[in-house]
């Protein structure tokens, strides 16, 4: 009998005649491809996003069978710009999470950012801290790791002086560049300083850049009819 290990449906989209095809979120397995039966009559009920299953899978190759799925814990019930942020974060893990790679520590970030965001449903200013929070953890499981305390010289960080992120090196001194009083602001994640989010979505971007190459996000497209 295969063992039940808890996941999450990052994406589904339909797969031959009454399949579907899921990318699953599991600590021990990391990203995972499976295909599911679509249920019908009493058994049917919706493969929702941002909900906690328990799943067991059969297989000998990289796209597994789900054998059984059962509900959790309810989906998390999301709308509007919070809705494309959660979608946002499905599509880091499905786009940069390499197949069949364990993660348990990506796992716990993802669930506590689908609380934050939540939360900031009732508190819209903590949406872009929640965004960024994420961002950064996964930098860093995927060997990314910021150093917002100190310069690609082992130096710390100076708060009068200016830096940009060099590539493989870190922050290093220029004449114009992010301060790095902000930059320590970030490393505390002091959100209400000045400038925090603005430069932490600017590093962000640079970061995660090259590892998305030309293909653009679907859920960034999402937030301009917003504006």
């Not at 009998?1 to 994406?11: K, N, S, V």
């Not at 880091?92 to 790679?101: E, G, H, K, N, V």
């Not at 872009?128 to 499981?141: A, D, H, K, Q």
């Not at 970030?186 to 590892?211: C, E, M, Y």
Request: hydrophobic fraction near 40%; charge should be neutral; aromatic fraction near 10%.
């Amino acid at each position: 009998m295969q063992p039940l290990c808890p996941a999450y449906i990052l994406h589904s989209r339909p797969f031959q005649d009454n399949k579907l095809l899921l990318q699953l979120l599991m600590p021990e397995r990391g990203r995972v491809s499976a295909v599911i039966r679509k249920r019908q009559g009493k058994q049917r009920f919706a493969l929702q996003p941002f909900q906690l299953f328990t799943v067991a899978l059969g297989g000998r190759s990289s796209l597994k069978t789900v054998l059984t799925l059962d509900e959790l814990a309810p989906a998390v019930r999301f709308n509007g710009k919070f809705l494309f942020s959660a979608l946002y974060l499905n599509e880091l893990i499905c786009r940069l999470w390499p197949d069949d790679m364990a993660a348990e520590q990506l796992f716990n970030y993802y669930q506590q950012s689908l609380t934050a965001l939540d939360q900031a449903q009732q508190q819209p200013d903590n949406l872009e801290p929640c965004l960024r929070e994420f961002e950064f953890s996964l930098l860093g499981e995927l060997g990314l790791q910021v150093d917002w305390q100190h310069g690609a010289d082992g130096a710390p960080l100076l708060a009068e002086l200016q830096y940009l992120w060099q590539p493989e090196q870190g922050f290093v001194v220029v004449s114009r560049g992010w301060p790095g009083s902000v930059l320590q602001a970030i490393g505390q994640h002091n959100w209400q300083h000045t400038d925090a989010l603005k430069v932490a979505k600017q590093v962000s971007r640079q970061l995660l850049t090259p590892l998305l190459g030309g293909k653009p996000l679907h859920s960034r497209a999402l937030f301009n009819p917003l504006g």
